[in-house]
């Protein structure tokens, strides 16, 4: 099977915002992800593709994603608050109040969408659960803080996506096909996870990603 011929995987990354106007964390993370990825004995390429923080630019990427015909769309964000590494569940299609990178808003706030109109949440088909119980069993020495006898997750799963870009892009692509998709929030650089850290444990839901999409493609 040729390069061109080899399944794709799209990672995507947030560039910088209000509060992150330096560096994000997400995108960080993303570049250090490797070309590509085998796994069952299949080969995948890994696409990483930033995305500016505006609603226009989001659009735009989440149609070229999908157009494309991916086996799985992963999404990265940063979040302020979070500790450790949290895979999200669902995303809602309401309270998009905050102004992009550019100015703009959403009209009333939300969003109409080509599949499930104006609909109040969209969760994902995968099983995060599971997703976060792998990645903590196989990252748990990784991540573990040398100063501290406290146990240190990896990754939580989460219902609070938020309600800014990394919301709309997890609802818009969430819409495309649910069971091939995902959004991870990424904490800060060194807050407690190296980029590196972080990066190890995005492989690494990928991979388990890959192990539940799998079947559907032998179907």
């Excluded at 993370?29 to 609603?55: H, K």
Aim: glycine letters at 6%; hydrophobic letters at 35%.
């Amino acid at each position: 099977m040729s390069s061109t011929e080899r399944k794709r995987i799209v990672v995507t990354g947030f560039g910088p915002f209000v509060g992150h106007e330096e560096i994000n964390a997400s995108w960080e993370a993303v570049q250090l992800l490797p070309e590509s990825i085998s796994c069952n004995g299949v080969d995948y390429v890994l696409e990483q593709r930033m995305v500016p923080v505006e609603y226009g630019a989001v659009d735009q990427a989440v149609e070229e994603i999908w157009q494309s015909q991916p086996e799985l769309v992963v999404h990265v964000g940063v979040s302020g608050v979070a500790k450790c590494v949290h895979v999200e569940k669902l995303a809602y299609n309401h309270q998009f109040r905050r102004p992009d990178n550019a100015g703009k808003f959403l009209e009333n706030n939300t969003c109409s969408l080509p599949q499930h109109g104006r609909a109040n949440v969209l969760r994902c088909g995968l099983d995060v659960d599971t997703i976060v119980k792998v990645v903590n069993t196989i990252c748990k020495n990784c991540v573990a803080a040398a100063d501290s006898d406290k146990p240190q997750n990896a990754a939580i799963a989460s219902k609070n996506v938020g309600s800014f870009l990394c919301g709309y892009i997890y609802l818009k692509s969430l819409d495309m096909d649910c069971n091939k998709c995902l959004f991870v929030h990424v904490p800060p650089i060194d807050k407690p996870f190296s980029t590196s850290q972080t990066a190890d444990i995005l492989y690494r839901i990928i991979e388990q990603c890959i192990q539940q999409i799998s079947p559907f493609e032998r179907q």
